[in-house]
Structure formats: structure tokens, C-alpha cells
Nanobody, 115 residues
Framework: QVQLVESGGGLVQVGGSLRLSCAASRIIFGTSTMGWYRQAPGKERELVADISSIGITNYADSVKGRFTISRDNAKNTVYLQMNSLKPEDTSVYYC?????????WGQGTQVTVSS
């Protein structure tokens, strides 16, 4: 069964940093585009960043220059390094694996940025 396990969320002050991790099932990781999405209360889920199986990255305009997505294929893990955090970054962050047969989602991890 495909499994995505997230960690690293928490409470941080404005301007601080967090690193999110998502450990995925080996069977799908190597050929998947991995992504981070977020969904705040009352808002639609939005793409934050993604990275292809060969390392090509894509970022939302709102996080360019502040967030970095990376992957370690040996560990079947994708990371999101978040720097210069703002209150508007407060959200539940979800890991996503996109394959030719469908998409899979993690359980989500809460990130709260306080003023």
C-alpha cells in the first residue's frame, strides 16, 4: 500500500525557518513527481512546489526565493525548506506523489507562523 508520512511542521515566529519531510513508499517514489501543497481554513488547496523524478523544480510565485524543494531518492524522501516565513504561510501542508496511474496524499502537517 502506498504511504506518505510527513513530519517537521510546528510553530515558528515571523522570519523563522522550518523543514518539512515526506517519506514515501519506495515502489512509487523513483518515478513520481513529488509536490508540496497547502490548504488554509476557508481556502482552496494550492501548489507550493514540486520536483520531477529527475530533479526539475517548480514553485508558486508566493514562495519563490524563500522555499526550496529537494528529494533524496536513496531515502525515498522529499523535503521542503521554508525560510523567511510569513503569517500568510500558515496552513496545513500536504505531501503529494503524482504517478501515471494516479495521485497519493499524505495526512498533512500544520505550519503556524506567529507575529
Amino acid at each position: 500500500q502506498v504511504q506518505l508520512v510527513e513530519s517537521g511542521g510546528g510553530l515558528v515566529q515571523v522570519g523563522g525557518s522550518l523543514r518539512l519531510s515526506c517519506a514515501a513508499s519506495r515502489i512509487i517514489f523513483g518515478t513520481s513527481t513529488m509536490g508540496w501543497y497547502r490548504q488554509a481554513p476557508g481556502k482552496e488547496r494550492e501548489l507550493v512546489a514540486d520536483i520531477s523524478s529527475i530533479g526539475i523544480t517548480n514553485y508558486a510565485d508566493s514562495v519563490k526565493g524563500r522555499f526550496t524543494i529537494s528529494r533524496d531518492n536513496a531515502k525515498n524522501t522529499v523535503y521542503l525548506q521554508m525560510n523567511s516565513l510569513k503569517p500568510e504561510d500558515t496552513s496545513v501542508y500536504y505531501c503529494n506523489a503524482r504517478t501515471i496511474v494516479g495521485s497519493y496524499w499524505g495526512q498533512g502537517t500544520q505550519v503556524t507562523v506567529s507575529s
